[in-house]
């Protein structure tokens, strides 16, 4: 973020890959300036859902980092 304001975000590959399919068309003018990440088991209180929402001009970086789950 260009505020030095790091977030961490548990994605699946599909949410990745609409990420990263947002970030490039936003990146060429297209799309919403902004990206909701649902937070899924990190939804803390009392809320039916929750999201994060990523703004495309606060983004100067990302990285991407895979695991196994077995």
């Known amino acids: 973020m260009d505020n030095e304001f790091d977030k961490e975000f548990d994605l699946s590959k599909k949410e990745l890959s609409a990420f990263i399919a947002w970030y490039d068309a936003k990146d060429t003018g297209r799309g919403p300036s902004f990206f909701a990440i649902d937070k899924h088991d990190n939804n803390k209180g009392p ?24």
Do not use: A, G, Q
């Not at 001009?57 to 196994?68: C, D, M, P, R």
């Open 47 to 70: 809320f039916s859902s929750r999201n994060d929402y990523v703004i495309f001009n606060k983004i100067l970086t990302f990285e991407v980092s895979e695991y196994s789950t077995k």
